[in-house]
């Protein structure tokens, strides 16, 4: 049984940074993408990374490329994700969850966009504030 926990959410004022981290049991990196979504109040759940330890695939969304990277600790099976240079408008909840391992491949090289009914299994998410 797949169980997904993330952590490291918190307050930050605007142009800080934050690493998420996203690890828990039942699964390995290799077999799934792992994909990174978030919901502000008011507005439907955005996908904004998506994360491939088989190929090595990382694609970002366009609001938050150039700011976020993704990378991944094998031995503790957890894949970390790096907020830089925060905005206000990156306040949310952030979550993390696991799709075919081919999800990566569609949106790096197939056009597609993320969609939270294409992942399986998710984490309780943590709340990202940014504010001064």
């Known amino acids: 049984q797949v169980q997904l926990v993330e952590s490291g959410g918190g307050l930050v004022q605007p142009g800080g940074s934050l690493r998420l981290s996203c690890g828990g049991s039942g699964f390995t990196l290799d077999k799934y993408s792992i994909g990174w979504f978030r919901q502000a109040p008011g507005k439907e759940r955005e996908g904004i990374s998506c994360f491939s330890a088989s190929d090595g695939r990382i694609w970002f969304a366009d609001s938050v490329k150039g700011r976020f990277t993704v990378s991944s600790d094998n031995d503790k099976n957890t894949v970390l994700f790096h907020l830089d240079s925060l905005k206000p408008e990156d306040t949310a909840i952030y979550y993390c969850?696991?799709?075919?391992?081919?999800?990566?491949?569609?949106?790096?090289?197939?056009?597609?966009?993320?969609?939270?009914?294409?992942?399986?299994?998710w984490g309780q998410g943590t709340q990202v504030t940014v504010s001064s």
């Open positions: 969850a696991t799709g075919p391992r081919s999800l990566c491949y569609l949106y790096t090289d197939g056009g597609y966009y993320p969609r939270a009914l294409d992942y399986e299994h």
